[in-house]
């Protein structure tokens, strides 16, 4: 006989939507920079903690007037991304 596979109930959707978001911590030395994801300006500046689902690829860039850029394309399973900004 075919097995009947039956649909989470919404109840378990949501759970497991829940569980896939992370936090993902941004930080920078010195702190105060403006966190851009994928080329678009946020509202936060670092220290940051971002709740993102958790197989995301982010392109961070961290931007602090006086100092360099620094870029990296980081997954949300590493969970940290910390940048030492440059003059």
């Avoid at 678009?40 to 958790?54: D, M, R, W």
């Avoid at 982010?58 to 360099?68: A, F, H």
């Amino acid at each position: 006989t075919p097995k009947t596979v039956q649909e989470p109930s919404p109840a378990d959707k949501k759970l497991e939507t829940i569980s896939d978001i992370v936090p993902f911590r941004i930080d920078s030395t010195p702190r105060g920079a403006h966190v851009y994801i994928d080329q678009k300006p946020t509202t936060y500046y670092t220290p940051a903690v971002l709740e993102i689902h958790s197989g995301t690829s982010l392109l961070i860039t961290l931007k602090r007037k006086g100092y360099q850029d620094c870029s990296a394309l980081m997954n949300a399973r590493v969970g940290v991304f910390t940048c030492i900004l440059e003059k």
